[in-house]
């Protein structure tokens, strides 16, 4: 009977929740447990850094070893690049210079031909200046040439003055070329030098001289003719004319 009314006292009674008491570490005591465990996971770590060789099979002083052949074959890299590099700067010197020196020698050789041609137009001139035994009387314009020289708008002229006859003096004139060219559907004339008359090129010779000039039409013209005249000094009046006819 005791035990029915315990239980439905327990049942119909106001009834409290179970306590659990547990026991509470302080917080230095937590700080320091946190502390030794770190100490702890450090020794290990240090103590697998330092005898890892004993794991790779290798010791610390062939690591070291190994290291410093890296660094003094680092090192000798390092010399040869230099002086690959050296060597490369040097040769591309040379390479210049040669090349400068081939220019060079290009441009002395085509000088040469074309004194060479001149020096045979000169030659070819002479003989048949001897072979006929004499010169027309008085100043005569021959072997005008108009070429073409570099650009297509440059042109370079040459010819031959000769005095016949006597030869009392000297003949002084002035050399005046008239360009003829077409552009723009018009015919067009340029003098060459610019002005005419006293800027003409000075001519002074006994028995022969020789005529070499050159002149730029503009780059969009195409030229037709070419007239060379000979003006006596003085007075300036036309002594000689010549014209070449360009295809």
Not at 9 to 27: C, E
Not at 108 to 118: G, P
Not at 129 to 149: H, N
Request: charged letters at 25%; proline letters at 3%.
């Amino acid at each position: 009977m005791r035990g029915w009314a315990r239980r439905l006292r327990s049942n119909f009674s106001i009834g409290s929740s179970r306590v659990a008491i547990h026991s509470q570490l302080a917080w230095y005591w937590r700080w320091l447990l946190i502390v030794l465990m770190m100490a702890a996971v450090a020794t290990i770590v240090w103590w697998v850094v330092e005898n890892s060789y004993r794991i790779t099979g290798s010791s610390l002083g062939e690591v070291r070893q190994r290291i410093a052949a890296l660094d003094q074959e680092n090192a000798a890299l390092k010399a040869g690049l230099e002086t690959s590099r050296s060597t490369l700067i040097e040769r591309d010197r040379q390479l210049q210079i040669e090349k400068a020196a081939q220019g060079e020698l290009a441009r002395t050789v085509a000088q040469l031909q074309e004194e060479n041609a001149s020096l045979k137009e000169d030659l070819g001139f002479l003989h048949r200046l001897m072979s006929s035994g004499a010169t027309p009387e008085g100043v005569s314009l021959s072997d005008l040439k108009i070429e073409r020289d570099g650009k297509p708008n440059e042109f370079r002229y040459r010819a031959l003055l000769t005095q016949g006859g006597q030869r009392k003096q000297d003949f002084k004139g002035r050399v005046q070329v008239i360009s003829h060219f077409a552009q723009g559907g018009t015919t067009r004339s340029l003098t060459f030098p610019e002005g005419g008359g006293s800027d003409a090129l000075p001519v002074d010779f006994r028995f022969y001289y020789k005529i070499d000039g050159r002149f730029t039409i503009p780059e969009d013209a195409v030229l037709k003719s070419v007239e060379m005249r000979i003006l006596a000094l003085p007075g300036g009046q036309v002594k000689l004319s010549r014209t070449v006819n360009l295809p």
